[in-house]
């Protein structure tokens, strides 16, 4: 176990549902992650948190929308998806608050989602 | 800007033979780098990383690597290799030049090991 948890492990939606994806860490980390995995392509940088505060957003749609309420926990909420948003959502998270130093990234098990 | 570029989508090898599975880098400043393996249904498990000193850093389940400025590559090895280490590899790198740079990932090798 990574010390990351995300739920649910699988979600298959329809393009006018309204999901959230969760994750948790257990490590105390300062800095937060959303990562979209698709086949054959480089891992995605989605969102970043530090210290609950938003640090990134790599021109992600609107119809993703991340929460951070506290420094363990952190939602992505999904509204009127697509069929190419279908992907494994994987949430990592950093000691460093700044979340953009060389420390290591622990990952958790991720969020397949399916759009039909 | 600051990119990576794994070659080979799959990388096949026998039991007991060594492996080898490549990566490239194009950073501004001094990189910074990192190997990361993901198992069947999980996320991605930190390996190795190399900020400076010795050019080959060792790692976790006997996996070392070996950085080239020259060459600009990171490239990942191990002497021995096991049916265990069958997975999804991916390297990583950030721009050690600029603190608000980001990790970058490639696009992740498989590596497939049979008995």
């Known amino acids: 176990e990574t010390g990351v948890t995300q739920t649910p492990r699988h979600l298959v939606m329809g393009m006018t549902n309204k999901k959230s994806l969760k994750c948790e860490q257990h490590?105390?980390?300062?800095?937060m992650y959303w990562y979209k995995q698709s086949a054959k392509k480089p891992l995605e940088l989605m969102f970043v948190?530090?210290?609950?505060?938003?640090?990134e957003n790599n021109s992600v749609p609107s119809r993703f929308s991340p929460e951070c309420p506290n420094s363990s926990h952190l939602f992505l909420h999904l509204h009127t998806l697509q069929p190419e948003d279908s992907a494994l959502y994987l949430c990592?998270?950093?000691?460093?608050?700044?979340?953009?130093?060389?420390?290591?990234?622990?990952f958790g098990s991720g969020t397949q989602l399916s759009v039909l | 800007a600051q990119s990576v570029a794994q070659p080979e989508d799959q990388v096949n090898v026998a039991e007991g033979n060594p492996l080898t599975v490549k990566c490239t880098y194009s950073?501004?400043?001094?990189?910074?780098l990192f190997w990361y393996v993901q198992y069947p249904n999980r996320g991605l498990q930190f390996l190795l990383k190399?900020?400076?000193?010795?050019?080959l850093v060792k790692g976790s389940y006997g996996f070392e690597a070996e950085f080239n400025k020259s060459q600009t590559s990171f490239h990942l090895k191990k002497p021995s290799a096991l049916v265990s280490d069958s997975a999804l590899y991916f390297c990583?790198?950030?721009?050690?030049?600029?603190?608000?740079?980001?990790?970058?990932f490639g696009s992740g090798t498989r590596l497939s090991i049979r008995p």
């Open positions: 948190y530090s210290l609950e505060e938003r640090v």
């Open positions: 950073v501004s400043g001094n990189p910074y």
């Open positions: 490590l105390g980390h300062n800095a």
């Open positions: 190399y900020i400076t000193g010795d050019n």
């Open positions: 990592a998270s950093s000691q460093d608050p700044r979340g953009t130093t060389n420390e290591k990234l622990f």
């Open positions: 990583a790198v950030r721009d050690g030049y600029s603190s608000a740079s980001k990790i970058i």
